[in-house]
């Protein structure tokens, strides 16, 4: 049974930082490309980023240079670095394994506010 289990989520004030993880179980972690996604109310979920199982990372525009993606596949984890965080980064945040069937975790709160 494939589980993703997100945390890290929470209240954080404007210009702050927060860290995401996303424990995996039930797939070759160290094989798969995981990226997190974000859905704020309203909106469509969207890509933040990936990471291939080699490292190589990609970022969309309103992540590049505040956030950081990593994994480490010793604890099949992959993270998120959130830096320098906006009231527009409030959403809920998702981790997906980009396997053939695909997965998705549960989602962590993220809300950025003063």
């Known amino acids: 049974q494939v589980q993703l289990v997100e945390s890290g989520g929470g209240l954080v004030q404007p210009g702050g930082s927060l860290r995401l993880s996303c424990a995996a179980s039930?797939?070759?972690?160290?094989?798969?490309?995981m990226g997190w996604y974000r859905q704020a109310p309203g909106k469509q979920r969207e890509l933040v980023a990936t990471?291939?199982?080699?490292?190589?990372?990609n970022y969309a525009d309103s992540a590049k240079g505040r956030f950081t993606i990593s994994r480490d596949n010793a604890k099949n984890t992959v993270y998120l670095q959130m830096d320098s965080l906006k009231p527009d980064d409030t959403a809920v945040y998702y981790c997906?394994?980009?396997?053939?069937?695909?997965?998705w975790g549960q989602g962590t709160q993220v809300t950025v506010s003063s």
């Open positions: 990471i291939t199982n080699v490292g190589i990372t």
């Open positions: 997906h394994a980009r396997t053939m069937a695909g997965y």
């Open positions: 039930g797939i070759i972690f160290r094989m798969v490309i």
